[in-house]
């Protein structure tokens, strides 16, 4: 019964949040058609989800997630919510057509390999008693299929302006390059295996469907990192996304002093340096603009 009352209050907070953003983000903007309010309310779907269920995600709640994630792997995960809320506030602010095409950028890619090898291999994880186990399959299935739509349609948002065509320093082109060279070799190894030559990039042997949901979110940094760094606007999205997650996971690998359980140095020592290298391109992108 505590389980269901407390998935009740996650759908509770969902249902409430959806609607408050549709009011916020949705509404207002009356000259969009259908399919436009469509696409802005993915990504205020994506930023309330994102937003909820990360504190539940850290606190590694047995009740929030579909399948039993280990600790580690459950604060990794509200890492990916708070940094996928960080990029969609941001797209929300100022919807163009480029900043919603990296919110699908990365939707597409975190969310189709995932639920596509969810359905191939892994269906033998999932409680088909809990109805947490159905909301997880119609919101990931459906948020995986509408990205993938609107990016086969590329549908314009709500405007266009020359911020979208300045272009990004060379520094901030250069940290992009080398963010998506070590997240998309990351993120391809923990999705293909659950363990290899090291524990210190597999963490989780024998649990391969919690290991390609952190790959995912690497590979999803690496095509965003990829298609961003040309344009400032954009780069500067997935920097706050980068410094975002890379301190989440920081944090994460380190909270086993606090836990009393092992801690992931090489996770924490890579990923701090994934923040503070983040940091440092914000403050050269914010420099080069005061100048102009």
């Given at each position: 019964?505590?389980?269901?009352?407390?998935?009740?209050?996650?759908?509770?907070?969902?249902?409430?949040?959806?609607?408050?953003?549709?009011?916020?983000?949705?509404?207002?903007?009356?000259?969009?058609?259908?399919?436009?309010?469509?696409?802005?309310?993915?990504?205020?779907?994506?930023?309330?989800?994102?937003?909820?269920?990360?504190?539940?995600?850290?606190?590694?709640?047995?009740?929030?997630?579909?399948w039993d994630l280990p600790p580690l792997a459950s604060r990794m995960l509200a890492a990916a919510g708070w940094s996928f809320a960080v990029v969609c506030w941001i797209a929300l602010q100022r919807p163009t057509t480029r900043r919603a095409q990296l919110v699908l950028i990365l939707l597409a890619v975190y969310l189709a390999p995932l639920v596509s090898a969810i359905f191939l291999f892994h269906l033998d994880r999932f409680d088909y008693t809990a109805p947490l186990t159905y909301g997880f399959f119609i919101i990931a299935g459906g948020i995986t299929v509408a990205a993938l739509w609107y990016l086969w349609r590329q549908s314009k948002t709500i405007t266009d302006d020359e911020l979208d065509l300045q272009p990004s320093p060379a520094l901030v082109k250069g940290w992009l390059i080398a963010l998506a060279a070590v997240t998309a070799l990351w993120g391809l190894a923990l999705f293909l295996t659950d363990s290899g030559l090291t524990d210190l990039i597999w963490v989780w042997p024998g649990d391969l469907l919690t290991s390609r949901l952190i790959g995912v979110m690497l590979l999803a940094i690496a095509a965003g990192s990829a298609f961003s760094l040309r344009y400032a606007d954009t780069s500067r999205m997935m920097l706050w996304m980068s410094l975002t997650y890379g301190l989440g996971l920081a944090i994460a690998s380190l909270w086993g002093v606090l836990a009393g359980s092992a801690i992931m140095v090489s996770y924490a020592v890579v990923f701090g340096l994934i923040f503070v290298g983040s940091i440092v391109a914000l403050m050269v992108q914010r420099h080069r603009r005061d100048n102009f």
């Amino acid at each position: 019964m505590l389980d269901l009352f407390w998935q009740a209050v996650g759908a509770g907070l969902l249902i409430g949040g959806v609607a408050w953003g549709y009011r916020r983000w949705v509404a207002p903007h009356r000259g969009l058609n259908a399919q436009g309010k469509g696409l802005v309310m993915l990504i205020a779907l994506t930023f309330i989800g994102g937003f909820i269920g990360s504190p539940f995600w850290w606190l590694d709640l047995i009740q929030s997630f579909a399948w039993d994630l280990p600790p580690l792997a459950s604060r990794m995960l509200a890492a990916a919510g708070w940094s996928f809320a960080v990029v969609c506030w941001i797209a929300l602010q100022r919807p163009t057509t480029r900043r919603a095409q990296l919110v699908l950028i990365l939707l597409a890619v975190y969310l189709a390999p995932l639920v596509s090898a969810i359905f191939l291999f892994h269906l033998d994880r999932f409680d088909y008693t809990a109805p947490l186990t159905y909301g997880f399959f119609i919101i990931a299935g459906g948020i995986t299929v509408a990205a993938l739509w609107y990016l086969w349609r590329q549908s314009k948002t709500i405007t266009d302006d020359e911020l979208d065509l300045q272009p990004s320093p060379a520094l901030v082109k250069g940290w992009l390059i080398a963010l998506a060279a070590v997240t998309a070799l990351w993120g391809l190894a923990l999705f293909l295996t659950d363990s290899g030559l090291t524990d210190l990039i597999w963490v989780w042997p024998g649990d391969l469907l919690t290991s390609r949901l952190i790959g995912v979110m690497l590979l999803a940094i690496a095509a965003g990192s990829a298609f961003s760094l040309r344009y400032a606007d954009t780069s500067r999205m997935m920097l706050w996304m980068s410094l975002t997650y890379g301190l989440g996971l920081a944090i994460a690998s380190l909270w086993g002093v606090l836990a009393g359980s092992a801690i992931m140095v090489s996770y924490a020592v890579v990923f701090g340096l994934i923040f503070v290298g983040s940091i440092v391109a914000l403050m050269v992108q914010r420099h080069r603009r005061d100048n102009f």
